[in-house]
């Protein structure tokens, strides 16, 4: 993975000495909140419901285990002893006191990290697939030009008050894991006919009050225009972009009030001044940032199957169909430690967790670990014949529930537990319909499907790219919630559709039943939820949930790990 050169140590050095002099001066009231909040925002740092909320950037989702380490230390030290992972790759803690976070910051900067840019209108973290490197389809590994974005975008003088937050997704395979689709920038790494490297762009998807799927702008840039593109497409952004109204100052609003054809003219007449100037990448630049990526010292090995001699182990079983995933080495696999144990708040890891999956990956994956954009963890390079050790230990921690892409493995942002933006709780949410649905067996029978839950239209649960979306809204000062089927992520990214009227907190889990028993009903052989919601669209799923009344039982609460 990258390291920090000296200029990199340097800048993250002289930012916490200016961040620490900025919280002296707002604890001595020199500055006001109203002073203060842009300079906390620029260091990751918000304020919530009953605390600070401090987001810390996890570049395209790559940790080292001394990271992971760091954030168990923040966890046990400067909060509750635990973190959120999120949506955006990144680690989120709830409950920081103001004066401690200079120390906080000098702690991450210590292990190479720093929450700069997780906040604010600028360009955020970029994120990338989990396997990125591992994995059998893969045209290209992304990791090099997500860390060379990275190094462009940090601090660019030209894009740091952008009209609102700008978020870029890269992927190197041929299936989209990133979920490019549906951010500002979405790449997808292509080869022309001649074999040579080069991207296609997508522009102005994303959530929130207005959801769109990304259009098509280029579709084959040479990955030596990969910066100036892009600044192309940032120029036209931040000369253009809404600036009178935040709720209309995303690229995608931008995109759609001038036309695809004439952001394209826009986009295109910048990048004829930028073509072939100093941003254009070298093949000595990208070779620089590139032989930190470089494949690990794998041994040479023979596929073997992770059963044999355990047939009868049908946990094991259900644990190899559902959290381990190919490899392009033969004989390793990728390893995915599940953060969606029933009764755990999704993405939810404590400092005892953080530190045993440290150890795991130093002893069985090179000492490094990825956050996926579901709020799970991986390790990417574990030998096959190690497998059967890695689950008995992950299982023994309570990290290997065998649920990954099943109904309970659910996305869900912090809600109204936490979030000062949200208009309802996700968290007891997750929890009812999580103990409802407890039955591996039943959910092995569903077969794949994303339950995505967001507690305000801000979406950070991506809840309108989910098979079933549920959004948190306000109603008349209660929490109620609105729901849409036949969403998706991935090549067939699509917007779900709202079935109707919204429900209360404790008929959810119902909700989900009787929209389960629709498409178990009408599935034919191989197909998902989501193949049958965009099949039959939302007519049959509204009758049948609409009905007869959904009874309002007591609403399930989760247990709490960390107590």
Known sequence: MYRYDQYDHLIVRERIAQYRDQVRRRLSDELTEE???????????????????????????LLSTAQMRMFGHIARKYDRNYGHFTTRQNIQFNWIELEQTPDILTDLASVEMHAIQTSGNCIRNITTDEYAGVAADEIIDPRPYAEILRQWSTFHPEFIALPRKFKVAINGAVEDRAAIAIHDIGLTAVRNDAG??????????????????????????PWQHLLTYTEAIMRVYNQFGRRDNK??????????????EEFVRMVEAEF?????????????ELERVAVWFNPKPYQTLEAIDPRAGREDDKAFANWLQRNVKPHKVPGYAAVILSLKKTGVPPGDASAEQMDFVADLADKYSFGELRVTHEQNLVLADVEQSKLYEVWQQARAKGLATPNIGLLTDIISCPGGDYCALANAKSIPIAAAIAKRFDDLDYQHDIGDIELNISGCINACGHHHVGHIGVLGVDKDGSEWYQVSIGGAQGNAAAIGKIIGPSFSAPQMPEVIQRL???????????????DVAQRLGIAPFKEHVYATPIPAGELAVGEDQYA
């Open 35 to 61: 002073e203060f909040l842009p300079l906390r925002l620029q260091n990751g740092l918000y304020m919530q419901r009953h605390a600070y909320m401090l987001r810390i950037a996890v570049p395209y989702g």
């Open 196 to 221: 040579e490297v080069g991207f296609k762009f997508m522009v102005g998807g994303g959530m929130g009050r207005t959801p769109i799927i990304g259009s098509v702008i280029n579709d084959f840039v």
């Open 247 to 260: 709720y209309k100052a995303r690229i995608k609003i931008l995109v759609k009030a001038v036309g695809a």
């Open 272 to 284: 004829a001044d930028l073509k072939d100037g100093p941003e254009t990448l070298t093949r000595e």
């Open 516 to 530: 389960l028993d629709v498409y178990l009903k009408n599935r034919v052989e191989g197909e998902r939820f989501v």
